[in-house]
């Protein structure tokens, strides 16, 4: 009986021990829920672009602003979004670090980070993801439609 409880005392810790005594792996799972909000926040963006433009869309006496507007709100989210990756370089280094003192199995951005690219590849990858109706959704067809008024009006 005694060495079974030997063999269950030095098992291997998982993460979530390993995290109550490693301060990396804390921040590591503060920044990626902090990583995970700026996908919420980007979305209340978008949200607030469609309400701002019904909104303004009735009120045809200045048409430019509906236009205006949704540049602001596109910008905005490129900005957040921006921002948001500021996060993931140091989710990167994170998991680095702990990927050397071997003390966790965290490597989610790295995976990613590691992926190798060109100008080519990453151009491509910024039109396919472009095309993504996440992304199109709502600011291109926001625009689309702001400039239909402008030009009726």
């Not at 500021?86 to 995976?111: C, M, P, Q, S, Y």
Request: charged share 15%.
């Amino acid at each position: 009986m005694q060495t079974t409880d030997i063999q269950a005392n030095t098992a291997p810790t998982s993460i979530l021990q390993q995290s109550q005594s490693s301060p990396l792996i804390i921040e590591w799972a503060t920044l990626q829920n902090q990583y995970d909000a700026f996908e919420k926040l980007s979305l209340t963006i978008k949200l607030c672009a469609i309400f701002v433009s019904a909104a303004l869309m009735f009120d045809i006496k200045y048409p430019g602003l509906v236009l205006f507007f949704n540049v602001i709100f596109w910008v905005q989210d490129a900005i957040w979004k921006t921002f948001q990756s500021r996060f993931a370089e140091r989710l990167v280094d994170i998991e680095r670090e702990l990927i050397t003192k071997h003390t966790g199995n965290i490597a989610f951005n790295i995976a990613w980070e590691e992926r190798p690219r060109s100008i080519v590849r990453l151009l491509s990858e910024y039109l396919r993801h472009l095309a993504k109706p996440t992304i199109v959704f709502p600011h291109a067809i926001l625009l689309c439609l702001s400039c239909y008024i402008v030009l009726i009006a």
